[in-house]
């Protein structure tokens, strides 16, 4: 399954630039950030695919947002009822 071969190659990918930016930037913790949209297509019609591929990907970018602007996330505590920081990387 194609899907299956990308999602994998796409993994592969995103470890292998995190590896190398943790092995080159010391400093920088946890690899940095990376991240994938991987949409899986099939079963949408051919001449949906794009909307639908661009309806993803600002779905995903919206929610990155929606984390990240104060308002949102005002009352998100932690387990011992402490504002709670979401950190990127």
């Not at 899907?3 to 470890?15: G, I, P, T």
């Not at 943790?22 to 950030?33: F, H, R, S, V």
């Not at 932690?78 to 979401?86: A, R, S, T």
């Amino acid at each position: 399954d194609s899907y299956s071969l990308e999602s994998s190659r796409q993994y592969d990918e995103v470890y292998g630039l995190s590896y190398a930016q943790q092995l080159k930037n010391k400093d920088i913790p946890e690899g940095g950030a990376k991240g994938v949209i991987l949409v899986n297509t099939p079963a949408i019609e051919v001449s949906a695919r794009p909307f639908a591929m661009r309806k993803a990907i600002k779905a995903f970018t919206d929610s990155m947002l929606d984390l990240m602007v104060k308002d949102s996330v005002c009352n998100l505590v932690d387990h011992y009822k402490k504002e709670e920081l979401i950190y990127f990387g």
